[in-house]
């Protein structure tokens, strides 16, 4: 059995508040195994999304550990997770995050320049990726001219260009009309299955969550196997 | 490229935006440009410069050909204008107008004080020479002095010179000019570059029954050549004072002066040094030895200064040592001796210039707000670049250095707007202001300019680093958001 991509053992995160520490994550636990996909659901509010930015060294932990393909994240300094992240990482929100100024084809190329230096095979990924996700005649569009499941397709392909072990999405679909959510989740599933690249998904929906190798659920701060999806 | 570099480039000019509407942009530049022009039009007539030009002007076709220069100006200006706001959004393009506006000012007010400062360096070497041997009273015997200098390799000239006041009157008009001598009967005084500057009748001519007029005094008393003037001379009143009959001098009048400095032709005459000193009572005296140099620079003036009080110093030790009290030898240069004015340009030069850097500080500020601004607008897109893997001092350059691009972008333009307007400047002058009056206080005839590399660098190296100071506290916002906050800004 392959080592797993993501381990999180007792991720605590609590946020200060005027009446004392509001705890969100106590003692998450989990494991990813390359290519395999997750999804977690919860209530609103239930801590999902800091959880995925914990999960992504965005956020700092109160307590436990965190180690992505074997390197132990928690002991990294502020930079050191982002070069990280940078190379080993993709990242897919709700809101799409596309850079305006930029066109299609920029904004997926920009995952690569913050890893490092352009080169000639990645742009032709680039190029690559877009037509995988539909948009080989759309390159020059800037996100203004793009539809949101265009859009969401769009931040998919930067999510993939530097071929992460591991791909955060966080509600990718909840902007999206039922139609496109299920066109976008389809293709984010087919794209990491073909990548090899695990997947933790955050959704509300159930028939999404379904659709991964594992559904799980956030309950009271920590994680649990779904009961149904 | 590095990423911030190529992001903050591209937030600058956006994909999509450049080159946009480029048909709608030239089909804008033409009607505003017309529009312009119907004001500059407006401008010209109501200051009666348009009658003034067409009475002026000998070919009607060639005025209207100039005026459709005009407007070509005025059209590339307001393209140049229109692609910026085209090109980038509405507060960047208000930033680099800000920049642009303060280069140009900057760029052209201190090559015009380097060109009065510059005129007036020409005319004191013109007319006195680029060094000055006086001595502490009058000088004896200037031909030993002479000597002694023209053996100091790089002097071109070492000429006697009187010089004073005189009375003259002309058809009954009295004047005062000031009166400065040639030593027409040394093969050296063709030399002096005022001998060049005969524009009517003979520097040839002038002898010990005559005179050169400068041309505005000439004007004035509407004297010509060939005419005879009277001079009367302060030695006249001691003469009187022995029973002498003093006698004005009547001097015919062979040539016309023009030195191209109005404050010598207005009010200078020239006599020969032999009459000069017979008026002022003196035989073989002169009140100063003017010397010119091979080169102009001051560097090396100022290294022959050193080298001709070194040379005149035994001179100056020997006549003081026989008796003549008065006979210390000074070598002053040109500069020292118009050392006032020479400052007081050098103050107003440096004055000038530390105002109208508040235009600059000022358009930083605008830098700043619009960054600022941007910062805000850009929180979430900060976030997602953290979430991509982007180092907080990587965010922060991207802030910086659109404020570098958009000094860098405003300082070009501003260069080349202000050598522009420069370079046309008499015809911008001289369609709204009275050339005369140009002519009447700054003793010039036309407007100087001078470039100086060190001012461009000056203005350029100032505004480069205040237009990046102005990025470097949004940067330093930037740099301090949590992306993990900024992903959830609404």
């Known amino acids: ?229 | 490229m590095p990423w911030p570099v190529y992001l903050a480039y591209k937030h600058l000019f956006p994909t999509g935006r450049q080159g946009a509407t480029l048909r709608a942009t030239l089909r804008l530049a033409v009607f505003v440009s017309f529009g312009l022009f119907i004001i500059i039009l407006g401008l010209l007539w109501s200051n009666h410069v348009l009658a003034r030009l067409w009475a002026d002007t000998d070919s009607k076709t060639t005025l209207v050909k100039e005026l459709g220069l005009v407007w070509l100006w005025v059209f590339a200006g307001v393209t140049i204008v229109a692609l910026i706001f085209r090109s980038t959004p509405f507060f960047n393009a208000m930033s680099i107008f800000g920049i642009t506006l303060g280069v140009t000012v900057l760029i052209t007010v201190q090559s015009v004080m380097n060109g009065f400062a510059y005129q007036y360096e020409r005319v004191f070497i013109e007319t006195q020479g680029h060094l000055a041997v006086t001595a502490d009273g009058i000088i004896e015997n200037p031909q030993e002095v002479i000597q002694a200098i023209k053996q100091v390799p790089g002097v071109t000239l070492a000429e006697p010179i009187m010089s004073g006041v005189v009375g003259l009157v002309y058809q009954n008009l009295p004047a005062y000019p000031f009166v400065r001598s040639f030593d027409v009967n040394s093969p050296d005084a063709k030399l002096d570059p005022l001998a060049r500057d005969v524009i009517e009748g003979s520097f040839d001519d002038l002898d010990d029954q005559s005179v050169l007029v400068g041309v505005g005094l000439a004007e004035r008393l509407h004297m010509h050549v060939g005419d005879s003037v009277d001079i009367s001379y302060p030695r006249m009143l001691e003469e009187a004072k022995r029973d002498h009959l003093p006698m004005p001098k009547e001097l015919k009048v062979v040539g016309i002066l023009e030195s191209g400095w109005v404050g010598l032709d207005d009010n200078t005459v020239f006599l020969s040094l032999r009459l000069l000193r017979e008026i002022n009572g003196f035989t073989n005296e002169a009140h100063l030895i003017e010397v010119r140099l091979a080169n102009d620079d001051l560097g090396h003036t100022l290294d022959l200064q050193e080298v001709l009080r070194k040379a005149l110093q035994p001179l100056s030790d020997q006549r003081v040592a026989a008796g003549d009290k008065y006979g210390r030898l000074n070598v002053e240069t040109w500069q020292e001796i118009n050392q006032d004015q020479m400052q007081i340009l050098f103050v107003e030069k440096s004055v000038m210039f530390y105002i109208m850097i508040v235009i600059v500080i000022v358009a930083a500020f605008c830098i700043l707000c619009s960054l600022a601004t941007s910062v805000v607008r850009k929180t979430r897109e900060i976030g997602v670049l953290g979430a991509l893997g982007a180092r907080p001092a990587q965010v922060a350059a991207v802030f910086c250095l659109q404020g570098m691009f958009i000094g860098l972008v405003g300082t070009l333009l501003g260069v080349s707007l202000g050598v522009l307007l420069l370079h046309y400047r008499q015809d911008i002058i001289g369609a709204f202001v009275d050339q005369r009056l140009i002519l009447k206080f700054y003793k010039f005839y036309s407007f100087p300019v001078q470039y100086r590399a060190w001012d461009f660098v000056k203005i350029i190296g100032f505004t480069f680093l205040i237009s990046t100071l102005a990025g470097i506290l949004p940067a330093w916002w930037a740099a301090r958001l949590k992306p993990a906050e900024c992903l959830r800004f609404d």
């Open chain 1, 1 to 229: 059995m392959p080592a797993p991509i993501l381990i999180a053992a007792g991720l605590a995160k609590s946020y200060p508040t005027p009446s004392g520490d509001l705890p969100i994550l106590r003692g998450v636990d989990l494991q990813v195994l390359p290519g395999e996909s997750v999804s977690i659901r919860g209530e609103s509010g239930s801590g999902k999304t800091t959880l995925l930015y914990c999960l992504a060294g965005l956020e700092p932990v109160d307590s436990g550990e965190l180690h992505w393909d074997g390197c132990a994240v928690t002991t990294l300094d502020a930079g050191a997770r982002a070069r990280s992240r940078a190379k080993s990482l993709g990242f897919v929100f709700q809101s799409y995050h596309l850079t305006p100024e930029l066109d299609a084809y920029e904004n997926v190329l920009l995952a690569r320049r913050l890893a490092g230096n352009v080169r000639p095979e990645d742009r032709s990924r680039a190029h690559e990726l877009l037509e995988r996700v539909g948009l080989g005649k759309r390159l020059r569009h800037v996100p203004g001219k793009l539809s949101g499941g265009e859009a969401q397709r769009v931040a998919v392909a930067r999510a993939l260009l530097n071929r992460p072990r591991l791909l955060l999405a966080d509600e990718p679909t909840g902007n999206l009309d039922e139609h496109t959510a299920k066109e976008v989740i389809t293709l984010l599933l087919r794209l990491c299955s073909e990548e090899n690249t695990a997947l933790v998904l955050v959704t509300h929906h159930a028939g999404f969550a379904a659709l991964t190798h594992r559904a799980l659920r956030l309950e009271l701060g920590v994680l649990a196997v779904a009961a149904s999806v």
